[in-house]
Nanobody, 125 residues
Framework: VQLQASGGGLVQAGDSLRLSCAAS????????VGWFRQAPGKEREFVTA????????YYADSVKGRFTISRDYAKNTVYLQMNSLKPEDTAVYYC???????????????????WGQGTLVTVSS
């Protein structure tokens, strides 16, 4: 599965952005999809994930209520809608996928074996 992340940009605090993660070469079928982010000088961290079967979603506490992950089967794309953005959301955002991840591993980047190239989100204050 090849992943292409897009939609990043420069916005002001309080603005919204929608990131997209499109799969090519293979469909997302059966694959759980997550978004991670890495801010300058910090480790990569979990943001959100969605189960392909059932669509259950998971969020980091820092983004709950502001970010929404969703999927479009027809377009083979996963979206990350980010509202009420804060300067601390500034990071490179990566989408990732893996087949049927164990629940205890869903928040860990090592559980994902397909990664997109990342898209930069910059939130100015």
């Amino acid at each position: 599965v090849q992943l292409q992340a897009s939609g990043g940009g420069l916005v002001q605090a309080g603005d919204s952005l929608r990131l997209s993660c499109a799969a090519s070469g293979h469909t997302f079928s059966g694959h759980d999809v997550g978004w991670f982010r890495q801010a300058p000088g910090k480790e990569r961290e979990f943001v959100t994930a969605i189960r392909w079967r059932g669509g259950r979603t998971y969020y980091a506490d820092s983004v709950k209520g502001r970010f929404t992950i969703s999927r479009d089967y027809a377009k083979n794309t996963v979206y990350l809608q980010m509202n009420s953005l804060k300067p601390e959301d500034t990071a490179v955002y990566y989408c990732a996928a893996a087949y049927a991840i164990e629940s205890r591993s869903l928040y860990s980047d090592y559980a994902y074996n397909y990664w997109g190239q990342g898209t930069l989100v910059t939130v100015s204050s």
